[in-house]
């Protein structure tokens, strides 16, 4: 008996995210709990024990500890016999297939996304300066890899990727990735998304596919999203957003 | 039968030589094809056929093509029943140890590694300027890896990564990264790693558990290293350097 599996997770990490829809989807047994990033939770002793890397999320299953969401995911996938073989199939020739399109995920979508939310948006909750450069560099790596999951990725017969008829952790993981536009100003995350109709369908399959739970852990950035919106028209009003002004409406 | 693996490769890139020396010290029979980056080879339709993102390694086993260095050592962990298990553990437990440090690599040591090297000396060979900015934010995240390897990854029993007593996949991956440190003047590269002691250990530890096969695909590193070591003392002299003497001496 390993023990009930606990989940260190900020549901503001899209990592996160995709880690609590696929074990609340896959029915597994586990305690959440809330690692609050602005917070500096992440630096506390408990967490450091599981994640002396200080990263969400992780997980703490009897003794064994584990960090990096692929990597947890593929944990999950093959500790729970509960999951379906979809998710990451036995099969190694489809397995390794996954494993190639999230080792694609770090240094493309994730590098990408990342780095252009948190340079036009986010950077200030976290106490980070936005930096218009580094926003316009991401910028070009983010379109470069939606192209390349449109072109590439979803180039199959299924609605997923590598031709998938049902989702597996690769769709999962890109998708949560993907969801953290939502805090972006609506106008250029259509101007962004747009062009990439594959893409766009296949971020709402995956959504229908695992829902109410993807909806459900999501709330919390539906509600950032709002904050930012408010935030934005109020500085669109009144001309002018001090740091202290954007800290404190934008609490999460 | 799946046929004979065609390897795609070029052995200036680490993950190439990652997945040589794997495939020799394995005995897996392949056939290596050299994709001269140099060359614009990743270009070819040839090539964009078994890897339509244009990058090395790739491999083509009878039909089944696949790309990402790391993704390709589990394949072959998986397919090649002569591989030995410690590679690639069938212990879930050990296993998604491993699929950690390779998801933490990427936006890591990899992200630390080629960004510094590539915009301190190999830049000017693939056609991109050197960009002291880039190198300097590349250098504290290739720091923190290191130091993370040194205190974290590498703080076991045995002298390899996660404890233990003989090299994974992983320690194939991580120390191939950091030999095309190789290329940097010796004093930088000295001033870099010297501070982290049991890395320089599990270097030479992965060198002398894998070799001669390790320093016979790290012969063309070598060599570059040298030419890299008379255009730097060429400039010393003359006190100057363009691109295009820099071109000329450097076609890999």
Redesign the interface.
């Known amino acids: 008996m390993m023990g009930k599996l606990k989940v260190y997770a900020d549901r503001m990490s899209q990592p996160s995210r995709a880690v609590l829809i696929f074990c609340r989807f896959n029915g597994i047994d586990f305690e959440e709990i809330k690692v609050d990033l602005s917070k500096r939770h992440h630096l506390s002793p408990e967490f450091t024990e599981v994640n002396?890397?200080h990263k969400v999320p992780a997980i703490l299953h009897g003794n064994?500890n584990?960090?990096?969401?692929?990597?947890?995911l593929?944990?999950l996938s093959?500790?729970f016999p509960g999951v379906a073989d979809h998710w990451y199939p036995t099969d190694?020739?489809r397995?390794?297939?996954i494993?190639?399109v999230?080792?694609?995920h770090?240094?493309n979508l994730?590098?990408g996304a990342v780095n252009y939310v948190s340079n036009t948006v986010l950077g200030p909750a976290l106490g980070r300066p936005l930096n218009p450069e580094a926003a316009a560099e991401a910028e070009k790596v983010l379109l470069s890899s939606l192209s390349?999951l449109e072109?590439?990725w979803l180039n199959g017969d299924g609605h997923f990727l590598l031709g998938g008829f049902q989702p597996s952790i690769a769709d999962l993981s890109l998708v949560c990735e993907l969801t953290q536009l939502e805090v972006l100003d609506e106008k250029d995350r259509d101007r962004i998304l747009f062009p990439y109709k594959k893409v766009l369908q296949w971020i709402e399959d995956t959504r229908t596919a695992t829902n109410p739970h993807f909806e459900e852990v999501h709330n919390i950035l539906y509600r950032a999203k709002k904050k930012f919106q408010q935030q934005r028209s109020r500085v669109a009003k009144t001309g002018t957003e001090t740091n202290n002004v954007m800290e404190r409406h934008s609490k999460m």
Do not use: C, G, Q, T
């Open positions: 002396p890397l064994f584990l960090f990096e969401s692929h990597a947890i593929v944990y093959s500790a190694v020739f397995r390794v297939k494993n190639s999230l080792d694609w770090h240094s994730r590098y390349k072109d590439i």
